[in-house]
């Protein structure tokens, strides 16, 4: 009897100790919020020549010291600074000028790779972008538009899925000071979405506003993340 009750324990901790190797090695396919969310900060921020660094151009293009010629084109290369938190390098063409006197515009296409404390991407990107309020008497210019990124990401937190996917934002009122040329306020909804390696679909939308500092609040989904959008961390 006290064999039968022995072998019946063991075999129970056998049972209890496969389930929790199971548990222990198992690989969740789907991309979380903060991988999304972490895609997302990087399309935009500075430090990975995103969105935001677009926007920047965009003003400076459209100011007499750094005028751009109307209707004209330019294909060049970047690559980051050095020492920079985020490493890049892409082949870009900006097309850009006046579509009237007081509205200027930057088209724009990218594509290259970069690595970021949080994933690795190979990218394209587009988009385009108009400035407003260059002539009238308001303080600051207006940004408004669209941009896209598409790509593989290798994410190397969460659960470090291969990602594939596409970030479209749209640009609304980014106001930019007309004596500083800093970007003070607007806000842009964000869709993050695409598939994993494993072949889960995944879709988080949201907003992301910025505070001003380079600092924006990004909203996926419910989940709210404060973003640093020189380096793109998350918090």
Known sequence: MKNTKLISILLMAVVAISGCKKDETEIVADATTEEAAAIVATSFCTGSAGTMTQMED?????????????????????????????????????????LTPNTYQLAYNSSGNYASPSSLGVITSEGALTIS???DNSSSFSCN???????????????????TATVATTISDFKFN??????????????????????????????????????????????????????????
């Open 133 to 135: 309020g260059i002539i």
């Open 58 to 98: 965009a003003v400076g293009f459209s100011q007499p010291e750094g005028y751009k010629s109307t209707l004209a084109d330019s294909t060049f290369t970047i690559t980051n600074q050095a020492g920079a938190i985020i490493t890049y390098q892409y082949a870009v063409t900006y097309s850009f000028g006046f």
């Open 178 to 235: 007309k004596n500083t040329g800093i970007c003070e306020s607007g806000t842009a909804s964000v869709v993050c979405s695409g598939s994993t390696s494993l072949g889960k679909t995944f879709s988080y939308s949201g907003t992301l506003e910025y505070l001003g500092n380079y600092t924006g609040s990004l909203t996926l989904n419910g989940q709210n993340f404060t973003v640093n959008l020189k380096t793109g961390t998350i918090g």
């Open 145 to 163: 538009g669209n941009a896209g990124r598409n790509g593989t990401f290798t994410m190397k937190n969460g659960n470090s899925n291969s990602i």
